[in-house]
């Protein structure tokens, strides 16, 4: 009994998937991995494990390539020691901090087997927006009218924040179950940052749980 639902099992999944001109719509959570940084003039970073999610849309033209848009969001705290400047010796230290990060990608896939269980690898080109959190200038105050309770004053804090052109390679494995979709991913991404530090790469974890329509 228990072989005849195990080659029941694998003939469903060797079975040509139906995503073929189908579009589907999926999201998940982005775990990105731990990493140590070194930069000009002898300052350190260290990034915990980030957190974020993912979502975004895709068209398969056929049961192995398939072309969408993510847009993708992540937390991660860090830690840095800060080494002074020439002529400022009492401002080393070591500061804690959050950086957040928005991508907006455009990105082919290709699902190497045409069954509901596939490998599949990918890669796309986009935009990345980091806000470090560190404070770029003075308050500044404004006010404006809220429809129900008349004028509204609050203070913001302008931070240290780019976008900068990132590019992304991963692979992963993808299981079609009717019109749902799983999919587990790693998620290498490069940042171009420029200046004397220039590209730097993070992997994510990614899990998709989507529907085909």
Not at 4 to 29: D, N, W
Not at 56 to 67: R, V
Not at 103 to 114: K, S, Y
Not at 199 to 207: G, L, T
């Amino acid at each position: 009994m228990l072989i005849a639902v195990l080659l029941a099992a694998t003939s469903a999944l060797a079975q040509s998937s139906s995503r073929a001109r189908h579009g589907e719509f999926y999201l998940g959570p982005v775990f990105t991995a731990p990493k140590d940084y070194n930069f000009e003039g002898g300052s350190t970073a260290h990034t915990d494990t980030g957190n974020g999610l993912n979502l975004g849309f895709a068209y398969n033209f056929d049961a192995h390539w398939q072309a969408g848009i993510d847009f993708a969001w992540s937390e991660i705290d860090y830690s840095a020691n800060v080494q002074p400047g020439p002529g400022n010796p009492n401002l080393a230290g070591r500061i804690n901090g959050t950086i957040e990060t928005g991508t907006v990608r455009f990105n082919g896939t290709w699902n190497v087997l045409a069954g509901n269980f596939t490998p599949f690898v990918t890669g796309g080109l986009g935009w990345t927006y980091i806000d470090t959190n560190i404070p770029a200038g003075l308050p500044e105050s404004f006010c404006w009218y809220y429809p129900w309770y008349g004028s509204y004053c609050s203070t913001y804090v302008p931070t240290k924040s780019t976008t900068r052109f990132s590019y992304n390679a991963g692979l992963g494995l993808r299981l079609d179950v009717g019109k749902g979709v799983f999919r587990g991913m790693v998620n290498s991404q490069w940042a171009d940052f420029g200046g004397s530090y220039g590209s730097s790469n993070f992997i994510q974890y990614r899990i998709d749980f989507g529907v085909k329509f």
